[in-house]
Nanobody, 125 residues
């Protein structure tokens, strides 16, 4: 099993940047496929980004492509989400998620077994 704890959220003006971190417990972090999701009030949780075990391959939602970067440091059991050029529509609760098995439909929440509690990101206009 793995436990996930997100941090780094906050209030930022449009155009600003934030870096989210997701710290994982357990010695087998490198065996997990990691994803970032977000959920705005009244909306469904949506895929943001994902990264493979080694970090060699990344995936992004179209809405964040070119602005967000997902990375991981397996020596620190941490995955990051660097968010640049933030927009008010990026406002949401951001979650990291983990799964030991890669799924071609990695954007679906059902394909992740472990979730953190999330961190709030608010972008003001």
């Amino acid at each position: 099993q793995v436990q996930l704890v997100e941090s780094g959220g906050g209030l930022v003006q449009a155009g600003g940047s934030l870096r989210l971190s997701c710290a994982a417990s357990g010695r087998t972090f490198g065996n997990y496929f990691m994803g970032w999701f977000r959920q705005a009030p009244g909306k469904e949780r949506e895929f943001v980004a994902a990264i493979t075990w080694s970090g060699s391959t990344t995936y992004y939602a179209d809405s964040v492509k070119g602005r967000f970067t997902v990375s991981r440091d397996n020596s620190k059991n941490t995955v990051y989400l660097r968010m640049n050029s933030l927009k008010p529509e990026d406002t949401a609760h951001y979650y990291c998620a983990a799964n030991q098995v890669y799924s071609s439909d990695y954007w679906r929440t059902k394909n992740y077994n472990y979730w953190g509690q999330g961190t709030q990101v608010t972008v003001s206009s």
